[in-house]
């Protein structure tokens, strides 16, 4: 992301919250006071999002200092404090919800990536890999949580890759006739993936020369059978139903990539807590 960007969001969070000003601090706190706070971890977790945290008080009071004491991927403990803050005690307070919103929800990505990534069995190739089911204007945010997390990232955008799927399997009229237009059109070294929900989709795939299937909601019978049919010809990819307990019978099967949207779109925000100590 590039730092443009970061501080576009930045901005658009604190207007949100900051749009009628801070009444409150105005009111009861004295012009000049200044405090000191640690953003400390209620749980156990994985730090993400410490850029923006610490942009989210600069972009408010370039005299604010924040003091990063873990990288993005840290493990953190109940209590283990992960950034201290100085400055303006007004600035801070104006700035602690909405730097909270952001590294409370990154980190929560980020753990729960975590927890999937750990279900991998020791030396399999399987990989976790999030989706592009991400909360709109803040995808590049939630995929570098993924990558903290240990997980891997999906295309980008779009026009990152080609990925068929179910609805333009249906205007086209068939998998075969999807992949052949693609593989057709498509800019050299652009790898084409296309999803299958039956083993005559996946030979209508095979058949068409695709470099990827997406096994979309298949059990793990039929992932099974699809791995071993594969045997090599494409990357085999896994989405759709996707628990943590499925995670290693899907890696023992030979499959490559697990994806997995509730990465991003379903993963519960981290307690942290912004204590100030003065």
């Known amino acids: 992301m590039t730092p443009t960007l970061l501080a576009e969001i930045v901005d658009r969070a604190i207007a949100e919250d900051l749009a009628s000003g801070d009444v409150t601090t105005r009111l009861t706190v004295p012009e000049g006071r200044r405090s000191a706070a640690d953003l400390v971890a209620r749980t156990a977790c994985v730090f993400a999002g410490g850029e923006v945290f610490r942009k989210v008080f600069e972009r408010i009071d370039p005299g604010v200092v924040v003091r990063d004491l873990v990288a993005d991927?840290?493990?953190?403990?109940?209590?283990?404090?992960?950034?201290?803050?100085?400055?303006s005690s007004r600035s801070v307070l104006a700035a602690e919800r909405t730097a909270l919103n952001?590294?409370?929800?990154?980190?929560?990505?980020?753990?729960?990536?975590?927890?999937?990534?750990a279900a991998?069995?020791?030396?399999?190739?399987?990989?976790?890999?999030?989706t592009r089911k991400t909360t709109p204007g803040l995808r590049g945010l939630e995929r570098a949580a993924v990558r903290a997390g240990g997980g891997?990232?999906?295309?980008?955008?779009?026009?990152g890759g080609v990925l068929i799927k179910d609805n333009h399997i249906v205007a086209v009229g068939s998998v075969g006739d999807a992949v052949r237009r693609a593989r057709a059109g498509a800019p050299h070294g652009l790898k084409v993936e296309v999803e299958v929900t039956s083993m005559a989709e996946l030979d209508e795939a095979l058949a068409?020369?695709?470099?990827?299937?997406?096994?979309?909601?298949?059990?793990?019978?039929?992932?099974?059978?699809?791995?071993?049919?594969?045997?090599?010809?494409?990357?085999?990819?896994?989405?759709?139903?996707?628990?943590i307990d499925r995670v290693p019978v899907l890696a023992a099967a030979g499959v490559d990539v697990v994806s997995v949207g509730a990465l991003t779109h379903s993963a519960p925000a981290v307690d942290l807590a912004l204590d100030f100590r003065s």
């Open 120 to 130: 991998i069995p020791q030396g399999s190739k399987t990989r976790i890999a999030d």
């Open 73 to 87: 991927g840290t493990r953190l403990v109940a209590g283990q404090v992960a950034a201290q803050i100085e400055g």
């Open 102 to 117: 952001f590294v409370q929800r990154l980190s929560g990505v980020a753990t729960l990536t975590a927890r999937f990534v």
């Open 208 to 243: 068409a020369g695709a470099d990827a299937v997406l096994l979309d909601n298949m059990d793990d019978d039929a992932v099974r059978a699809a791995a071993r049919k594969i045997a090599g010809k494409a990357l085999v990819e896994v989405s759709g139903g996707i628990t």
């Open 152 to 159: 891997a990232n999906h295309r980008d955008d779009l026009g």
